[in-house]
Structure formats: structure tokens, C-alpha cells
């Protein structure tokens, strides 16, 4: 199978400037949430649609961002 409908954006979670990537494979979207900077995986989901595998990254990139304590 080949990956469809890839789409990437930036936003700010939890004060991170986090990428996501989503893409399609049959009936299933995939979505991963990468720190934009170092560029380091942080979280990855999957769902029914796009909407519901970027929110389920999300959510969890938040919950680990939340957690991360900045050098500086």
C-alpha cells in the first residue's frame, strides 16, 4: 500500500514548536508529533480520520511536553 493524503504543519504545544505529520495507508490515518527543533519523534497515533489521529498526538506531545523542563 502507498501513503495518501501526506500533510504536515507546525503549532506551539505546551510552549514547543511541534511538527506534525499525518498520511493515509487503506482506511487508516497515521499522524506523528516531532519537536521542530532537534527534529526528535515525541509521539505518534493513529485513527479513522486525520482530525482524530492529529488530536490523539497532540494530546499525547502535550502530555510529555508538560512534563519537560527547559535548560536555559
Known sequence: MKAEDYSTRTLDVAGWPVRLTSYRVGGT???TADNVE???WI???EGG???EAEN???ERARELLVKTRRQG
Open 43 to 45: 509521539a505518534r497515533a
Open 49 to 51: 480520520s486525520r482530525e
Open 38 to 40: 532537534p527534529g526528535a
Open 29 to 31: 490515518y497515521f499522524c
Open 56 to 58: 490523539r498526538a497532540t
